[in-house]
């Protein structure tokens, strides 16, 4: 049995089948949200950082696609520069709307502000990062767990053969007589 579509019908499901094909909307309003990198602290001494990472979203707080963004730093003072040399960088978010901009702080020591804008279709928006470069000072480099456990075994081993040492040599006034050593609860203090 074959039932032809009631002819209201039609109208409707072409709609249907061609909504998806449609363009989205331009958005009206652009934001930029910092995910990271506010605030950061940069070491100068181990050229890292806290790279700035941002999120470009429409007038609904929605993420938007490949809009353009530029991240921009400082010329003088506290600085840097991004990996492909220069202060400004020059690139486009992903499909959750977020841009990266990894750099290299300088020696310079001091507060920075990094300039982003984005644009998308018309519409522009701009932002400033604050961070700051600092010398801090670097500890415990290259000492794992297993190295400092290592040095604190060594240095009471050295105190033990220090201890058996000075009471072997110390005790008597005759060279000849042994001196015994015998089994107590350990103490630290000078002769009794």
């Known amino acids: 049995m074959n039932r032809a579509l009631p002819f209201f019908l039609i ?3 072409l ?3 061609f909504l998806p094909l449609q363009a989205q909307e331009a958005p009206t309003k652009l ?3 910092i995910v990271e990198g506010e605030g950061a602290i940069n070491n100068v001494r181990q050229r890292v950082n806290r790279e700035p990472i941002i999120q470009v979203e429409d007038e609904n707080h929605k993420p938007v696609a490949g809009a353009a963004v530029v991240f921009l730093l400082p010329n003088d003072g506290a600085s840097g520069v991004f990996t492909n040399g220069s ?3 020059t690139t486009t978010t992903n499909n959750q709307g977020q841009a990266v901009a990894r750099f290299r702080p300088n020696n310079v020591q001091g507060k920075m502000q990094i300039r ?3 644009s998308k279709n018309g519409q522009t928006t701009s932002t400033t990062i604050s961070q700051a470069n600092v010398v801090a000072a670097v500890t415990g480099v290259g000492l794992g767990l297993s190295a400092k ?3 604190i075994l060594a240095i009471a081993g050295a105190g033990v053969a220090g201890g058996v040492v000075a009471a072997t040599r110390g005790g008597s006034s ?5 001196t015994v050593i015998t ?3 350990p103490g630290v203090g000078g002769p009794r």
């Open 183 to 185: 089994p107590g609860a």
């Open 11 to 13: 109208p409707v499901l």
């Open 149 to 151: 456990l290592l040095i």
């Open 31 to 33: 934001n930029i949200v």
């Open 15 to 17: 709609y249907q089948m």
């Open 87 to 89: 202060r400004t960088l």
């Open 174 to 178: 005759n060279p000849t007589q042994p």
């Open 116 to 118: 982003v804008t984005a």
